[in-house]
């Protein structure tokens, strides 16, 4: 039979020692992750700017391949100034908390 080797078994090096001992520092790479630190604002805030500006491309996407003249962009009630409220709402929503 063969006997396999105890893994509590002590080796020793060449000095006389039984630890190692690295020469040089991690890399990069190796080293610990950093945490970032969390994200400050309102999500909910952002996100509803977000859905603004998505409206408006699709409102003014729509009127264009509908045959609309493209001044009806900027109407006060347009899709342009929807896409501006949003972009506006969603600067808001990342200093507001």
């Not at 790479?29 to 945490?35: A, D, G, I, W």
């Not at 630190?37 to 998505?54: A, D, N, T, V």
């Not at 264009?64 to 347009?78: F, N």
Request: include cysteine.
């Amino acid at each position: 039979m063969q006997q396999s080797p105890s893994k509590n078994k002590v080796i020793h090096d060449e000095w006389g020692t039984t630890t190692r001992e690295a020469y040089e520092d991690r890399p990069v790479f190796q080293q610990p992750r950093k945490k970032s630190p969390p994200r400050k604002g309102s999500s909910s805030i952002k996100s509803l700017g977000s859905l603004l500006i998505l409206g408006g491309i699709f409102w003014g996407t729509y009127l264009v391949t509908a045959g609309e003249d493209p001044s009806a962009l900027w109407k006060m009630s347009g899709p342009g100034p929807l896409c501006a409220f949003g972009v506006v709402v969603s600067i808001l929503g990342k200093y507001i908390r």
